[in-house]
């Protein structure tokens, strides 16, 4: 009675924290939304004529992205100010083709949206214009039904994306959600990507977005790890590239205990659904132990890599001659970065995606190197 009495007591504190917590999210939301409102009223009477004759500007606390869109028809900019400044966005309008390349010469802009069909100077122009001058600002044509088809040639010209109105301030919403999702993922991949030595139980805390590798560890071609324990046994697992770039792991098949192995045959296996990825043996050796904390749950293969993840243990039979072979220490960092880059690379060639039979072919199972330590 009393355990029952406990859960009852928990849960019902449970439910109390979520309703708290969710009647703060949309009060916060409400208190946003009625000071973008009140930016909103305030903003487009605000005069911009000294940057550009028609210029409408509108900038909320803590935007998700600055936006500027040109077309001549005065009701669509109206709407694009009205739905996008209560999504959380900055937003200049302006008119005419000209004065906005003028805006975007002097102002940073995420995203410049463009009517396809405009006098003097059409959205083609404006598409070309400002891939010339700001390569970095992505572009979004705004094309009716009668002009899809050049508005998908546009694309060629460096256009991002076209929207096709009229729409609905839901549809414009969740365009302006997927397009900054898309601007985010691609400026992340451009970056260097982060790589850092961290002691193994330290990988648990990495965020998503870097990388990490084992201090005192060696990292085989094939992005397996293997570290000399106390007892000159060799513990052995797959690195934190390997973890992230296969993602969700359902089924570790460990080698048998007392199985004799040679560097660069194949260790052991991991599966998910009908994928499966055979690892290679960072170094020769006879099978000590496997990790039986992996069999039915490898939830510590993503977690802990480096730790509680470790899949087998070897007695080395040529340890000082095939350590030459691994990477340790700083080496591994400059490698990482390379792999990374070429990921991302196969990435783009496959539409993002890289499967489990292209990862074993080009990162896993690549041919042993000597790289020295």
Same mark, same amino acid.
């Given at each position: 009675m009393?355990?029952?009495?406990?859960?009852?007591?928990?849960?019902?504190?449970v439910?109390?924290?979520?309703?708290?917590?969710?009647?703060?999210?949309?009060?916060?939301?409400?208190?946003e939304l009625?000071?973008?409102?009140?930016?909103?009223?305030?903003?487009?009477?605000?005069?911009?004529?000294?940057?550009?004759?028609?210029?409408?500007?509108?900038?909320?606390? #803590?935007?998700?992205?600055?936006?500027?869109?040109?077309?001549?028809?005065? +009701?669509?900019?109206?709407?694009?100010? @009205? !739905?996008?400044?209560?999504? /959380?966005?900055?937003?200049?309008?302006?008119?005419?083709?000209?004065?906005?390349?003028?805006?975007?010469?002097r102002?940073?802009?995420?995203?410049? &949206?463009?009517? $396809?069909?405009?006098?003097?100077?059409?959205?083609?122009?404006?598409?070309?214009?400002?891939? *010339? $001058?700001?390569p970095?600002?992505?572009?979004?044509?705004?094309? %009716?039904?009668?002009? !899809?088809?050049?508005?998908?040639?546009?694309?060629?010209?460096?256009?991002?994306?076209?929207?096709?109105?009229?729409?609905?301030?839901?549809?414009l919403?969740?365009?302006?959600?997927?397009?900054?999702?898309? @601007?985010?993922?691609? $400026?992340?991949?451009?970056?260097?990507?982060?790589? @850092?030595?961290?002691?193994p139980?330290?990988?648990?805390?990495?965020?998503? #977005?870097?990388?990490?590798?084992? /201090?005192?560890?060696?990292?085989?071609? /094939?992005?397996?790890?293997?570290?000399?324990?106390?007892?000159?046994?060799?513990?052995?697992?797959?690195?934190?590239?390997?973890?992230?770039?296969?993602?969700?792991?359902d089924? +570790?098949?460990?080698?048998? *205990?007392?199985?004799?192995?040679?560097?660069?045959?194949?260790? &052991?296996?991991?599966?998910?659904?009908?994928d499966?990825? *055979?690892? #290679?043996?960072p170094?020769?050796?006879r099978?000590?132990?496997?990790?039986?904390?992996?069999?039915?749950?490898?939830?510590?293969?993503?977690?802990s890599?480096?730790?509680?993840?470790?899949?087998?243990?070897?007695?080395?039979?040529?340890?000082?001659?095939?350590?030459?072979?691994?990477?340790? %220490?700083?080496?591994? +960092?400059?490698?990482?970065?390379?792999?990374?880059?070429?990921?991302?690379?196969?990435?783009?060639?496959?539409?993002?995606?890289?499967?489990?039979?292209d990862l074993? *072919?080009?990162?896993i199972?690549a041919?042993?190197?000597?790289?020295?330590?």
């Open positions: 009393t355990v029952l009495l406990i859960l009852v007591m928990f849960l019902a504190f439910g109390l924290d979520f309703l708290v917590r969710e009647a703060s999210r949309r009060l916060r939301a409400k208190r009625e000071a973008r409102k009140a930016v909103l009223e305030t903003s487009v009477r605000l005069d911009f004529t000294d940057e550009a004759k028609s210029l409408k500007r509108v900038e909320v606390p #803590n935007p998700k992205a600055r936006i500027l869109a040109v077309d001549d028809e005065a +009701v669509i900019l109206d709407s694009f100010r @009205r !739905i996008l400044v209560l999504e /959380g966005y900055n937003v200049d309008t302006v008119e005419t083709g000209q004065e906005a390349l003028g805006l975007v010469q102002h940073d802009y995420d995203f410049v &949206f463009t009517d $396809l069909k405009m006098p003097t100077m059409d959205g083609l122009d404006v598409v070309k214009a400002v891939k *010339h $001058l700001r970095d600002v992505d572009v979004v044509v705004i094309t %009716g039904y009668g002009t !899809i088809e050049t508005a998908v040639e546009t694309l060629q010209q460096g256009a991002c994306e076209y929207v096709q109105k009229p729409f609905t301030a839901e549809e919403a969740e365009f302006a959600r997927k397009l900054l999702i898309k @601007r985010q993922a691609r $400026l992340e991949a451009q970056q260097e990507p982060v790589v @850092r030595i961290v002691t139980a330290l990988a648990e805390a990495i965020p998503g #977005n870097e990388f990490c590798v084992p /201090g005192g560890a060696f990292i085989s071609q /094939g992005h397996a790890w293997a570290r000399i324990e106390p007892g000159g046994q060799i513990r052995i697992g797959i690195d934190d590239f390997a973890r992230k770039a296969l993602g969700p792991i089924e +570790v098949v460990a080698p048998e *205990h007392g199985h004799t192995v040679k560097r660069g045959e194949v260790l &052991f296996t991991l599966k998910h659904g009908a499966q990825i *055979h690892f #290679n043996a170094l020769s050796g099978v000590l132990k496997n990790n039986d904390e992996l069999k039915g749950d490898t939830s510590p293969l993503s977690q890599p480096y730790d509680r993840g470790w899949i087998c243990t070897l007695q080395a039979s040529n340890l000082a001659g095939e350590l030459t072979g691994l990477r340790i %220490g700083k080496p591994v +960092v400059a490698w990482y970065q390379d792999e990374i880059k070429r990921l991302r690379k196969t990435g783009e060639a496959t539409s993002g995606t890289v499967g489990w039979a074993e *072919h080009e990162f199972q041919q042993p190197e000597q790289v020295g330590v």
